[in-house]
């Protein structure tokens, strides 16, 4: 059966997507659209300047499924689910820098956020088929920046979180399974490993989407900073691989109550991510800087239980996913925000 067949229990369904205005919420959005879903898109729009939203999301509070506001309303979040078949909890403070530099907020958003919409489902759950939570590869601790099998994360490993974000993470997947788990709700945990590709933008000060980030800096002329020599290693995955693991999540019934990996099982060194991005601008030149803190040495997913549970594996590999985000930056100019630009001149 291909994903198309499967993704047949959404067609007519209503789908609440919090963080709806971001890179892998508005993919989500847009990928329920297209099954014949009728998804709700709801988050705040405060992360990136307005035009972002419309001209590179492709999502606007003006559209007719989509919603403005913060999942810390309770009375927004009960009305929204009150009309919903699934919920896919996507919103989060997701920047590792910013929740470091900001506790609190990661707190509001992450803590705060999280039991709202849990609340809600809860309340709800007599008409809600699932709930999926996204949480994050981060719960697993730096890892060992080994590319080798015997160093790969599984889901049944020891936890040991060591940011603000990855701890307000593993609450969250505690949170869900004790919220919704209690009372026999269904629900679904996946662990995104490092969420790459169009039209993936980046945010000042920040040191995450490390793709986007070179590409935009090389594009504009300006050195790609390689953050403790770029021996980090990520597992990257692609958002439409993304996309379509979480909305496999959601219907599959094996993955009620389950917790899955979604990666692609291949271990890819930062440095190796600059030197694809060079291959296509031979100019750009490399710096070496300082690893920031909490930026994890990293490892790969071991994906054998979502391959089992969800009877899927990512397509794109990361030398095509580059290639593909370089395609449209060169086609979306637009997409680099004004304060890069200002880098650029004052750099000149």
């Known amino acids: 059966m291909n994903t198309k067949d499967r993704f047949a229990d959404l067609s007519g369904a209503t789908v609440t997507v919090t963080g709806g205005f971001g890179l892998v919420g508005s993919r989500i959005v847009h990928k329920l659209r297209v099954v014949g879903a009728k998804p709700l898109a709801v ?22 499924d989509a919603i403005a506001g913060d999942i810390t309303d309770a009375a927004l979040m009960d009305d929204l689910l009150s009309h919903s078949d699934y919920v896919i909890h996507a919103a989060a403070l997701a920047d590792v820098a910013e929740c470091t530099r900001n506790p609190a907020a990661a707190l509001k958003a992450n803590i705060d956020g999280t039991q709202t919409v849990l609340d809600a489902a809860a ?19 730096t ?3 080994s590319g080798d099998v015997r160093a790969r994360f599984n889901e049944t490993d020891r936890l040991v979180p060591g940011s603000v974000y990855a701890n307000t993470k593993l609450w969250g997947e505690h949170q869900t399974a004790l919220t919704l788990g209690g009372i026999g709700d269904s629900y679904a945990i996946v662990r995104y490993f490092s969420v790459y590709g169009e039209p993936q933008v980046v945010k000042e000060n920040s040191h995450s989407w490390v793709v986007a980030w070179f590409a935009m800096r090389a594009a504009l002329g300006l050195p790609l900073h390689l953050n403790g020599g770029g021996r980090q290693v990520r597992d990257f995955v692609h958002v439409d691989d993304i996309t379509e693991a979480t909305l496999l999540a959601a219907v599959t ?3 009620d109550r389950t917790t899955l990996n979604v990666g692609t099982g291949r271990a890819t060194s930062i440095r190796l ?21 909490g930026d994890p040495l990293g490892a790969c997913a071991d994906i054998t239980r979502m391959r089992q549970v969800l009877g899927w594996a990512p397509r794109v590999d990361i030398e095509d996913g580059i290639r ?17 630009h200002t880098e650029a001149r004052d750099a000149a």
Request: glycine residues 10%; hydrophobic residues 35%.
């Open 253 to 255: 019934e094996g993955a």
């Open 43 to 64: 988050g705040r729009l405060d992360a990136y300047g307005s035009s972002i939203y419309s001209s590179v999301f492709e999502i606007s509070p003006r559209d007719p």
């Open 143 to 145: 890892g060992t920046g």
């Open 324 to 340: 593909r985000y370089l395609k449209w930056l060169e086609r979306h100019p637009e997409a680099i925000p004004a304060w890069l």
């Open 123 to 141: 309340r709800h759950g007599s008409t809600l088929k699932r709930l999926v939570f996204v949480s994050s590869a981060s719960v697993y601790g």
């Open 273 to 293: 991510v600059a030197d694809l991005v060079r291959s296509h601008y031979p100019g750009a030149r490399i710096v070496e800087t300082p690893r920031p803190q």
